[in-house]
């Protein structure tokens, strides 16, 4: 069995900063990818930071600069720093693993974390 478990994510001031985590677990032979997505209610999910199949990182337009995604692939472990917070990023944030192959030789084609609350105000 394969979970991806986000922690992170909370109340912060605008402005503010906030670290996000991801890790993906269990019988797990390879994985693609992991990158972050979020959404805010009655809209679309978007994707907000992932990386190419070179290993660039790749970031939607409104957060360049101030959001940064790094990994760590031996542990399939994906790290979202959120800088400069506006209340704009305000959204539920949730982490992607793509195409997870396990031990058991199934493949997933995604998986999703549970999702993790971040609001900036004041």
């Known amino acids: 069995q394969v979970q991806v478990v986000q922690s992170g994510g909370g109340l912060v001031q605008p402005g503010g900063s906030l670290t996000l985590s991801c890790v993906a677990s269990g019988s797990i032979v390879s994985i693609n990818g992991l990158d972050w997505h979020r959404q805010v209610p009655g809209k679309a999910r978007e994707m907000v930071a992932g990386f190419t199949s070179g290993g660039s990182t790749v970031y939607m337009d409104s957060v360049k600069g101030r959001f940064t995604i790094s990994r760590d692939s031996d542990k399939n472990t994906v790290y979202l720093q959120l800088r400069n917070l506006k209340p704009d990023d305000t959204a539920v944030y949730y982490c992607?693993?793509?195409?997870?192959?396990?031990?058991?030789?199934?493949?997933?084609?995604?998986?999703w974390g549970q999702g993790t609350l971040v609001t900036v105000s004041s």
């Open positions: 992607r693993a793509e195409r997870v192959v396990t031990m058991g030789g199934y493949t997933h084609s995604e998986l």
